[in-house]
């Protein structure tokens, strides 16, 4: 609820509009559009964490941002097109650390022809 109060003007720069709707709870009336098709409730409650953690009072947006990216992230299970992957791929090679996630996980790895015959039996 504090964070919600401290940081409230800056969520709504980001896309979402909170408003108090009794004890303890808020309603949301609206969310950024990369959050679409995701649990709101949770995605909100990591925002919150993400907010939470930290001691620097300054990075705080950074968070906020980090975090924001992971929910709208691809997730196993979703549908992309043929154009959609090479947009996301061609977008991710633009970026600063293409190699990891906002937490350090790989996005991409290397397979040599010899593991991918040795994966096949064929060597």
Same mark, same amino acid.
């Given at each position: 609820?504090?964070? =919600?109060?401290?940081?409230?003007?800056?969520?709504?720069?980001?896309?979402?509009?909170?408003?108090?709707?009794?004890?303890?709870?808020?309603?949301?009336?609206?969310?950024?559009?990369?959050?679409?098709?995701?649990?709101?409730?949770?995605?909100?409650?990591?925002?919150?964490?993400? =907010?939470?953690?930290?001691?620097?009072?300054?990075?705080?947006?950074?968070?906020?941002?980090?975090?924001?990216?992971?929910?709208?992230?691809?997730?196993?299970?979703?549908?992309?097109?043929?154009?959609?992957?090479?947009? =996301?791929?061609?977008?991710?090679?633009?970026?600063?650390?293409?190699?990891?996630?906002?937490?350090?996980?790989?996005?991409?790895?290397?397979?040599?022809?010899?593991?991918?015959?040795?994966?096949?039996?064929?060597?």
């Amino acid at each position: 609820e504090e964070l =919600l109060k401290g940081h409230g003007e800056a969520l709504s720069g980001y896309g979402f509009a909170l408003e108090p709707f009794g004890d303890r709870t808020n309603l949301v009336r609206t969310m950024p559009a990369i959050l679409r098709g995701r649990d709101v409730t949770q995605a909100i409650r990591e925002v919150l964490d993400s =907010l939470a953690e930290g001691d620097a009072a300054s990075d705080w947006e950074e968070r906020l941002v980090v975090s924001l990216a992971c929910h709208g992230a691809v997730r196993a299970g979703d549908t992309l097109s043929p154009e959609e992957m090479r947009e =996301l791929v061609r977008q991710l090679e633009q970026t600063a650390h293409p190699h990891t996630c906002p937490h350090g996980r790989p996005t991409m790895i290397l397979l040599t022809a010899g593991q991918l015959e040795r994966g096949f039996g064929r060597r």
